[in-house]
């Protein structure tokens, strides 16, 4: 056996390993999800059923978790994508010497564990609504969005960055040489050649925000959501009811970032496609402009 | 104290704005470059409003405003609302001194179960977070270096699906791995590797484990993000000087990827430390994590003072983690975030 065979084989055993161990966890949870024995299990399959499942539709308190965690994904989406826009535009402008201090600020949410940012914001919203005398401040469902925005917008700020460095300025130059305000350049130019991070922007943020677990369980106060109510369930015992939610949970969150995925690819492609478009414009032109010399 | 603090909710981001439109003005005024035109002038009014506004809403009243806050709260004692703002509610270091004594009179004996939860949270993170770094970097470097367009994009998207599987889920998954009549004791047992079952949960395999596997791909991402920039022919010269292969990964490749490898660690670090979910579910009655304590404090205690002292002894741990990774592997704040 060659040395190379060798490398090849632990490679091999190696890849073997890594994915077993990755998804070797969620393949018997989804077997659990579908025996019929009361305890999840794998060995000894007693039989199949769907009945897990159906014992998830009369749960009062799951689809109202359910509920609750899609409202506040869709309001943190609404609030990140926008803070985020602006956050990666003010870096982008920010005069030097303040722009370490800035980024230490608003990138800091991302290295700060979740459950403290859940604190904090209970905390400081609970004497807010003290000092202005009005409880509508201290709701579970929008201190979850505030909690969750303050680090989700700072992932959307970096996928803006990563985008905006991207963006050529001749455009804006352009666009002001022909008589756009300053305004429109904005609408017509930086937000249209933002789009494909705005779609990013907003499908990590919605995701980030339904699988929420460390800062909306303190945020939250007495309402739920889906992944409280799941906590819950996982802490009072093991049955397999809460392996057949897992499973529908992870279809459905696999669903949405497999079309991401998806989705981003064809834009990708597009993009690659008007690029190589415009390069072969150009150098059509640029024949049309020699051409007429050469004869 | 309620007005003091209305004042400072209110006037922090005021002063903040002033001050930046003073530094603004006086970057202006020394090094002025006519071509260069204003913030405002750049941007049309409307969006400089939105861009002002939404900055600073987010920076101030969402980011510091409330961390400044639970740090304040910290060294105030619990007290009933009528009391508050009397001459009770005086700062004090009582909550600090309960995390350290386990009680807020005397000093004799050291809170031993807090104290022991903390240090091991911090160790056993930062075994987890090496442990995953050997775990991912194989396979990162495969992706990165060798193997073929196609084969990279089948890997990521192997990748990429179990990422977005929640944490609570994960832990419910190692749950029925490792629990008493769980899949592993059944087999063992089967087997006749083992005569009962082992008390995985109350060993804590289950949750260490459990831990590692919830925060592998938070590894992989950046650390293959940092590999692939690197010219294989670095590589290949390397080789041809006679490099063995460990020379090459340790003298070429790992410096390179040093930024990647930095962010990876600071992110699996904090979360382990700040995890919640995994030790809820796979901690066994006698389990210390901080994370739980810290809950506790809340929940069980309902000493919300107390428990911010606690937030803030993990978030000073992280603090100090980011800082001692970025002097160790001498990169900054952007190159781990990126």
Known sequence: MSARTVQRLMMGFYFVLFFGFLFGPLLVMAVTAVNTSQYPQVLPFEGFTLDWFAVLLDDRNLVEGIRNSVLIGIFVVLLSVPLGLAGAMVMTQIYARARSLYYLVVVSPVLTPGVIIGISTVIFWRDVADSIGSESVYDGLFLATLGQSTFISAYCMLIFLSRLQRFDQSQREAALDLGATHTQVFFHILLPFLKPAIFSAAVIAFLSSFENYNTTTFAILADKTLTTVLAGRVRQGTTPAISALAVLIIAITLAGAVLYEVLRRIEQRREEGRARAAAVAERAEFAGEIAPSAV | ?338
């Not at chain 2, 791995?177 to 005569?195: C, Q, W």
């Open chain 2, 1 to 338: 104290m309620t007005g003091l603090r209305g004042v400072l909710i209110l006037g922090i981001p005021v002063a903040v704005i002033l001050a930046f439109w003073l530094l603004a003005r006086w970057e202006r005024r020394h090094n002025h470059d006519p071509q260069t035109p204003s913030f405002v002038a750049r941007n049309g009014w409307p969006v400089a409003v939105f861009l002002v506004v939404a900055v600073s809403f987010w920076a101030l009243v969402m980011v510091v405003l409330p961390q400044l806050y639970m740090v304040d709260f910290s060294f105030h004692l619990k007290l009933p609302p009528s009391q508050r703002g009397g001459p009770r509610d005086v700062y004090t270091l009582e909550n600090y001194q309960y995390f350290l004594f386990g009680s807020t009179r005397s000093t004799a004996n050291w809170n031993v179960t807090h104290i022991t939860a903390f240090w091991l949270t911090i160790v056993v993170s930062m075994c987890i977070t090496v442990l995953n770094f050997l775990i991912c970097y194989p396979l990162a470097y495969f992706m990165a270096q060798v193997g073929s367009g196609s084969q990279v994009r089948k890997l990521m998207l192997l990748l990429i699906i179990p990422y977005w599987v929640n944490e609570l889920l994960r832990a419910f998954a190692f749950n029925i791995l490792f629990g008493t009549s769980g899949v592993l004791n059944v087999i063992l047992v089967k087997a006749g590797v083992i005569g009962s079952p082992i008390d995985f949960i109350g060993q804590d395999v289950a949750l260490y484990s459990g831990l590692t596997y919830a925060y592998l791909l938070v590894m992989m991402f950046p650390l293959y993000n940092a590999l692939e920039s690197l010219d294989h022919n670095q590589i290949e010269a390397a080789r041809d000087l006679g490099a063995p292969w460990w020379h090459v990964h340790l003298n070429v490749v790992m410096p390179f990827a040093k930024p990647g490898i930095a962010s990876g660690c600071t992110l699996v670090f904090m979360l382990c430390a700040g995890a919640l979910a995994a030790p809820l579910v796979l901690g066994g009655p006698k389990t210390l994590w901080f994370t739980p304590i810290v809950y506790d404090r809340f929940y069980q205690a309902f000493n919300w003072n107390q428990g911010s002292a606690y937030a803030i002894v993990l978030l000073l741990t992280c603090i100090l983690f980011v800082m001692m990774v970025m002097r160790v592997f001498r990169v900054s704040l952007s190159e781990i975030t990126r």
